[in-house]
């Protein structure tokens, strides 16, 4: 046998059998001339044979990719927005407010609306609605057309039971919107606070005590705070910062780290022969620090009551799953653009609640915390410097300002 008679041979094998022969036969002359592997044995990215696409168990193998890349889309759309939210928290200064009024801050809104956070949590509920109301609307539309049988049902119902239960899904969207915004406005609130003492802390501990344990002390508890709170905070990095190796040490085995700051800022300062008033203001801004901790505490542990979550959640997708059959006799086709922009409207009043309600990591903790440090360290210098201007004062300025006091 020739060199050619061999390869048209072993490109065209014969038949074994008339039918199955054939079948075979012509598959092999569609895989040579497309240049297509056999799809019986197509193989993933790390070698493993996948089953014929066609055959049923190709389709099932198909049908549980589609389910499991459906499933990981809700776990895709909370990665992307657990992952941006660090870089979202704003810390406004006077040029960020100038951008934030602009008149062109509306273009600006639009063109990141797809990378807004949550825009992207809106996903899974949204096309989830939207999805189940084009599947109402082709079955009504091929009912409507007679392509299915007659003895299937239009479905469509009254709109009045929704122009009656709008207001009171309106009212319980406003109350958890208001009531996530007040938890919110009084994390900012104890924050405040907690950067205010320890800025008239440290104030106090250079003019009257001198103390530099005591000053990383006072520096380190609103680090400690931050990272109490914030998850996936690291607080070793945080503290090492400002504290030594032994103070580090021994604060890291704590099991409540601020509280350990807190008991020794107290026994240092408890320990010191200090009068009266100066102990009073001293120990003020220490009740401030326990205060604003067990509000920190009570506002990450104890979230709106659940069942009103839970209420709005299930309002929420059950008037859109039957919005569809409401509007099928006014709006027809256009049921599905109304589904979409009502859901994503909805949803996203919602979203924002459930996102403000859990308010330290939407508060740009890291940089106030920053801010104070920055601000205690000038003060430290200041202290030395001011002291030493006043002390220079010519003659005739300190008898004026002698006269004036008196």
Same mark, same amino acid.
């Given at each position: 046998m020739n060199r050619c008679a061999l390869d048209r041979e072993q490109r065209f094998?014969?038949?074994?059998?008339?039918?199955?022969?054939?079948?075979?036969?012509?598959?092999?002359?569609?895989?040579?001339?497309c240049q297509i592997p056999d799809p019986r044995q197509w193989r993933g990215p790390r070698g493993?044979?996948?089953?014929?696409?066609?055959?049923?168990?190709?389709?099932?193998?198909?049908?549980?990719?589609? !389910?499991?890349?459906?499933?990981? %889309?809700?776990?895709?759309?909370?990665?992307?927005?657990?992952?941006? &939210?660090?870089?979202?928290?704003?810390?406004?200064?006077?040029?960020?407010?100038?951008?934030?009024?602009?008149?062109?801050?509306?273009?600006?809104?639009?063109?990141?609306t797809f990378s807004s956070r949550v825009i992207i949590s809106l996903i899974p509920p949204v096309f989830t609605v939207t999805g189940i109301s084009v599947l109402v609307t082709l079955y009504n539309a091929l009912v409507e057309?007679?392509?299915?049988?007659?003895?299937? @049902? %239009?479905?469509?119902?009254?709109? *009045? @039971?929704?122009?009656?239960?709008? @207001?009171?899904?309106?009212?319980?969207?406003?109350?958890?919107?208001?009531?996530?915004?007040?938890?919110?406005?009084?994390?900012?609130?104890?924050?405040?606070? =907690?950067?205010?003492?320890?800025?008239? *802390?440290?104030?106090?501990?250079?003019?009257?005590?001198?103390?530099?344990?005591? &000053?990383?002390?006072? =520096?380190? !508890?609103p680090l400690a705070l931050k990272c109490h709170l914030i998850m996936g905070s690291d607080m070793e990095a945080e503290l090492r910062k400002v504290l030594d190796e032994r103070d580090l040490a021994f604060v890291l085995n704590a099991k409540h780290r601020p509280n350990c700051l807190l008991? &020794?800022?107290?026994?240092?300062?408890?320990?010191?022969? *200090?009068?009266?008033?100066?102990? =009073?203001?001293?120990?003020?801004?220490?009740?401030?620090?326990?205060?604003? =901790?067990?509000?920190?505490?009570?506002?990450?542990?104890?979230?709106?009551?659940?069942?009103?979550?839970?209420?709005?959640?299930?309002?929420l997708i059950l008037w859109h799953l039957g919005l569809p059959i409401a509007l099928w006799d006014t709006c027809n086709w256009l049921v599905i653009p109304s589904t979409f922009f009502s859901s994503a409207a909805l949803f996203c009043i919602e979203e924002v609640g459930v996102l403000i309600e859990e308010p330290f990591p939407m508060l740009a903790l890291d940089r106030m915390c920053e801010v104070a440090l920055l601000n205690i360290k000038e003060m430290t210098e200041l202290h030395a410097k001011v002291g030493r201007h006043i002390q220079t004062q010519p003659e005739e300025q300190q008898q004026t300002n002698g006269r004036l006091r008196t």
């Open positions: 094998p014969p038949a074994v059998t008339r039918g199955r022969g054939h079948r075979q036969q012509r598959r092999f002359v569609f895989q040579v001339f493993k044979i996948i089953a014929n696409p066609f055959s049923l168990d190709g389709i099932r193998e198909a049908r549980l990719d589609i !389910f499991r890349w459906i499933a990981s %889309v809700p776990e895709w759309a909370d990665a992307q927005k657990e992952q941006n &939210m660090p870089n979202r928290r704003a810390f406004y200064s006077n040029n960020d407010w100038l951008r934030h009024r602009s008149s062109l801050r509306h273009a600006r809104h639009m063109a990141s057309s007679r392509w299915a049988p007659g003895f299937l @049902p %239009v479905l469509h119902a009254p709109s *009045l @039971p929704y122009e009656l239960t709008a @207001p009171a899904l309106a009212l319980l969207l406003v109350f958890r919107t208001d009531t996530s915004y007040s938890r919110y406005d009084e994390a900012r609130k104890t924050w405040t606070e =907690v950067i205010s003492s320890t800025k008239n *802390l440290a104030r106090l501990t250079e003019a009257w005590i001198h103390n530099d344990d005591l &000053m990383r002390y006072i =520096v380190a !508890f008991q &020794m800022i107290f026994q240092i300062i408890d320990g010191l022969s *200090l009068g009266e008033t100066q102990q =009073v203001l001293l120990h003020e801004n220490i009740s401030t620090y326990n205060r604003s =901790v067990s509000v920190c505490e009570r506002l990450i542990r104890t979230p709106i009551p659940l069942s009103y979550t839970r209420l709005t959640s299930r309002f």
